[in-house]
């Protein structure tokens, strides 16, 4: 069991254990149950010191008078030396949150593409010469809110980070990371390569810690002007509620219960690889993970066969395993939740298709995993079709026709996305309009491209991040005029 030290929290361009009022955070590997190490945790002295560096980074003409291809230069070399590091990001995150190692290596070089993507936008953005309506030029330029934190979840923290941290920098903010208490490395990391690339101190802090802690003494800081959420439905209303309060913008990126439709002139192999694809990649903890399978009647059997068929030859392995397809969930509280919903739709009546309990491999008993999981025989209003479980658990619902079809699937208080699986175009079209869901996928499932906007409709958040406008949800508009 490793007893050094924990690891240092970033503040001001100095890596610092801070004052320990608040316990360290235990760094757990969930395929062994290890201990990895432990991080120290930030409290209310250490809030109360970044957001004060922030603020004096944020003005400092070191970093506000930066010219956007000067800021777009230190995008790319984070961006360069993330992939320099990218074993060391790659193996952080999966010693935290058990992803297989392929699936890490992957996330490495997504994050690093989204620092290069904002360097570009950075460049390139323009600001707007509005119509002439009289005797005057008006001009619209955007503006940084000064301090923005970033808070994010366990699932992908590197892609979430990148997402974050790369627009906001690249919008002329400050920021403060709060990571989440389960996976704080690939944050620190980041910290660690943004000093090398020459980002001035304060700019960018890392301040591992709780989300009732650090993350809501952040949410509720005056010197705080914009936040950027993602994670869970009940986190993201508490925040909106804080923010409320301050009049503060927030984005919130959160759960989601997503449809995953299959009909019946569709490819039943293609559509069978990503509908499995869909919800046991990453143990099924993934936002968009297609936790809903509507299939329409005629398919039904011939597809849940294939399924059944698939969820059992899933390799689950350790992450590091050669082969290995799915690890474990990323922590064993999570896991006795996933087993604890599952468990409650059998006593509801729901018939166990496949999966149901951990693997009964002996190599694996100390870990948090769980079987890729069917379940059939549920409405689309039980608990089990209704809750975000955020793990390898497909719900089999049949449908008869396009009516019944959207009744049910746009029958959740998640609008997250959705995929169609459909030989009509015209009818997946039609379908993919009517879905009540910020992405849609049709005959194809998860592609997420940086330069296409995300986000969710109803319960699942607010604002979109990733594309050009993803620079633009960190900045304010101004407008200026010029009397001729
Ligand atoms: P969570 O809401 O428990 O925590 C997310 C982050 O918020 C963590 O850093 C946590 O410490 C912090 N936090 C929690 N309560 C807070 C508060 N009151 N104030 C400030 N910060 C707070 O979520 P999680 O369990 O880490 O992640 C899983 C959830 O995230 C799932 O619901 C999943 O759907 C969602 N998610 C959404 C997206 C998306 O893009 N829509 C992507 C990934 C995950």
Redesign the pocket.
Known sequence: MPTSAPKPMLIDGQFTPGSGAEPPLASVNPATGALNHHVAAAGAAEVEAAVHAATRAAQAKAWRTLLPPQRAALLHRISELMQRDADTFARHQMLENGKVWGECVAQVKSAAATFRYYAGVCETMTSELTPERGAYLSMTVHEPYGVVAA??????PMT?EAQKVAPALAAGNAVLL?????TPSAALELGRIALEAGLPPGVLNVLPG???GV??A??AHPGVRMVS?????E?GR??AEAAARKLMPVAL????KSPHIVFDDANLDEAAEAVAGGIFEGSGQS?VAGSRLFVQRRVHDALVEKLVARARSLKVDLPDAPGAQMGPIATFAHRDRIAQMVQAARHEGAELLAGGHAPADDRLAGGAFYLPTLIGGVSNRAAIAQQ?I?GPVLCVLPFEDEDDLLAQANDSVYG?AAGVWSADFRRAWRVARALEAGTVWINTYKQLSIATP?G?FKH??LGREKGLSGMRLYQQAKGIYVGL
């Open positions: 808070i994010t979840p366990w699932n992908s979430m709060k990571p989440s208490e389960v709780t989300g009732a993350g809501a952040l949410v959420f993602t994670g869970g439905t986190s508490r925040i990126e959160l759960g989601g936002c975000e955020f997250l995300f969710g699942s958040g």
